[in-house]
């Protein structure tokens, strides 16, 4: 083969090359923009109660305390709250052991409401559980869905609890989306 030839060859192999990486990086930077029709949010919605995180109990439990009694918590002493429509590995089982993940979820869930930090809660259509626990969506400062952004790591399962369903779509999407990709427990502890 001539030296002409080569270096024609290794043009052309060297702009395929380029085409493909420019065809890469414009699908990744398309992956990564929110939809259209998604809203940007900028805080807590609109009508959310504030509390400050007095603990974690586990990835989808914790004590909080309302600066006020409010729409969802009409008290303001300590509180226990479950995260509707999602289920966090439990911490502590019959053989006293954390189910697989569920440190994690516990570790994902405080970097989203560490101690001492604030959430806002919106409330469902039944405002507490069986165990006295109020049932609440939560948003951070900045306007992160705490439910959501849990779902979208893959640091907890879909639970639906009736008649509570005002994101169940919005999470089931989240959780669906997470376990195809394997993300967190569904690559590590779910096959």
Known sequence: MSTAARREGSA?????????????????YWKQQPPEDAPEM???P?????????????????QVTALAAGPV???????????????????????GQPQCWADTAKAELN?????????WLRGDTQPQDVYGRYLVYAWTKTG?????????LGAVREL????????????????????????????????
Not at 12 to 28: D, E, N, P, S
Not at 113 to 119: E, F, H, I, K, W
């Open 12 to 28: 052309a192999l060297f702009w395929l090359l380029i085409i493909g990486l420019l065809v890469a990086g414009a699908w990744w």
């Open 42 to 44: 900028t805080g807590p």
């Open 46 to 62: 609109e009508g959310s109660q504030e509390v400050i995180v007095n603990f974690l109990q586990d990835g989808d439990s914790l």
């Open 73 to 95: 918590i009409g008290v303001t002493e300590p509180v226990q709250l479950r995260l509707l429509g999602i289920d966090a590995p439990e911490m502590h089982t019959d053989n």
């Open 111 to 119: 970097q989203l409401a560490p101690s001492g930090g604030r959430l």
């Open 144 to 152: 992160i869905f705490v439910n959501e952004r849990l779902a979208s």
């Open 160 to 191: 639906s609890i009736p008649p509570n369903y005002a994101y169940e779509q919005q999470l089931h999407n989240k959780i669906a989306e997470a376990r195809t990709e394997k993300r967190g427990l569904w690559g590590a502890c779910i096959n």
